[in-house]
Nanobody, 123 residues
Framework: QVQLVESGGGLVQPGGSLRLSCAASERTFNTYIMAWFRQAPGRAREFVSAMTWSSDFTTYGDSVKGRFTISSDNAKNTVYLQMNSLKPEDTAVYYC????????????????WGQGTQVTVSS
C-alpha cells in the first residue's frame, strides 16, 4: 500500500485560507482515486474531495463546494487541498486517502490513509 503523509494544518480565523498537502511514497496508477476526508470530534469521518492523478476526475462534498479546490503535482507525487473562506464548522482532522478503482465517498473503501492533520478555524 502507498504511504501517505499530510501536512499544512493549523489554526486560522474564519474567512481565512489554508493549503493541505498529501505526499505519496510512490506514484500510483493514473486511475487511482486520491481523496480527502475529515473528522470532527464525536462525528463520523466525512468525505471532502477526490481526484485522479490524471486530473480527469474531481469531485467535492456539498459542504465544501465552491470553497475548496483539490489539485496535484504529479512530479512531486503530492495532492493538495486549497481551503478558502474557512468556517468554524470546517474544524476537524483532515485525512488523505487512496484507493484503486472507481470513486467512493465511503471511508471504508479506501485502503491507504495518512496520519491526519488538524485544522482549527476559530477567532
Amino acid at each position: 500500500q502507498v504511504q501517505l503523509v499530510e501536512s499544512g494544518g493549523g489554526l486560522v480565523q474564519p474567512g481565512g485560507s489554508l493549503r493541505l498537502s498529501c505526499a505519496a511514497s510512490e506514484r500510483t496508477f493514473n486511475t487511482y482515486i486520491m481523496a480527502w476526508f475529515r473528522q470532527a470530534p464525536g462525528r463520523a469521518r466525512e468525505f471532502v474531495s477526490a481526484m485522479t492523478w490524471s486530473s480527469d476526475f474531481t469531485t467535492y462534498g456539498d459542504s465544501v463546494k465552491g470553497r475548496f479546490t483539490i489539485s496535484s503535482d504529479n512530479a512531486k507525487n503530492t495532492v493538495y487541498l486549497q481551503m478558502n473562506s474557512l468556517k468554524p464548522e470546517d474544524t476537524a482532522v483532515y485525512y488523505c486517502a487512496a484507493k484503486a478503482g472507481s470513486f467512493h465517498s465511503i471511508p471504508g473503501r479506501y485502503g491507504s490513509w495518512g496520519q491526519g492533520t488538524q485544522v482549527t478555524v476559530s477567532s
